[in-house]
């Protein structure tokens, strides 16, 4: 069984919550994609616009000028390489594809803009339908389950039914609950708890935990960056149940905990 896949988070963006600003020109941003690439990571994943809670929206064209050049740049250096964008809209996902992206990483699962489905569809790109309600600036407030895992899973199933009918097919697409999109710490715990009501979807499922604020439960520190340990920890654990990857900002601890879950799967 293949080891669960490692995608570096790549933020070219002023404002994110992790790491905003530190790779907002391209020239850095291109340095840190190859460096993760150097460490092992399977995938970079290129987003352009925080999604933060409470962060607010970046014009399309913005946008699109802070993450093509980064994918072109990216797909060129390492032309074997997996790059993601990680985008809401249409028009930057087709911009990245053409750029040589291969993924598009959409949190909202085409909630924000349904063209994205035809973008894919007319692509055959990868597609990672993401569980969300509202949007950055309300979902805070849209935090309210009665029985988190099965409102998820359901809702999931209905986005995924959305997809499917424009066209998306079944074979390029990736879910996730994500974590942190209109869930509390203790939503988000029960859903890693119970990882295999979403692998029973019967899709490929990637597991967003890193460095996100749930984590402060377990960690040592309160910095997003103290959060890496406690992310590896969840990083074991989601490999160990069989996840197809997992979206991280730190990519050596994690490929060292994928690697230790696939070790440990081979000896069950």
Do not use: C
């Not at 894919?120 to 790109?125: D, Y």
């Not at 950055?136 to 935090?143: I, R």
């Not at 692998?199 to 309160?222: E, N, Q, W």
Request: net charge negative.
């Amino acid at each position: 069984m293949p080891r669960t896949l490692v995608m570096g988070v790549l933020n070219v963006t002023p404002d994110s919550f992790s790491d905003g600003g530190r790779w907002a020109d391209t020239a850095s941003a291109v340095a840190r994609g190859q460096e993760m690439l150097a460490q092992g990571a399977d995938i970079i994943d290129v987003g352009g616009e925080s999604t933060r809670p409470g962060a607010a929206t970046v014009p399309v064209a913005e946008e699109i000028q802070r993450v093509v050049p980064v994918v072109e740049a990216l797909s060129n250096a390492a032309p074997s390489a997996e790059i993601s964008v990680d985008t809401t809209r249409a028009a930057v996902a087709q911009a990245a594809l053409d750029a040589g992206a291969r993924i598009v990483n959409d949190v909202s699962g085409g909630q924000a803009d349904p063209q994205i489905f035809g973008v894919i569809a007319r692509s055959g790109a990868r597609y990672v339908l993401q569980h969300r309600r509202g949007t950055p600036e309300t979902m805070n407030d849209l935090a309210v389950y009665q029985d988190v895992v099965a409102e998820v899973r359901a809702e999931l199933a209905g986005m995924l039914q959305a997809a499917l009918a424009a066209g998306v097919s079944p074979e390029v697409i990736i879910v996730d609950p994500g974590l942190g999109f209109a869930k509390q710490a203790e939503h988000n715990w029960r859903i890693l708890a119970h990882l295999e009501e979403f692998t029973s979807l019967g899709y490929p499922l990637l597991i967003g935990a890193s460095r996100k604020r749930f984590l402060d439960d377990v960690s040592s520190g309160a910095q997003p960056g103290d959060r890496d340990n406690s992310t590896a920890a969840v990083t074991a654990l989601a490999a160990a149940a069989g996840v197809w990857g997992v979206r991280v900002h730190s990519v050596p601890a994690s490929l060292d905990a994928v690697r230790v879950a696939a070790t440990w799967r081979e000896h069950r």
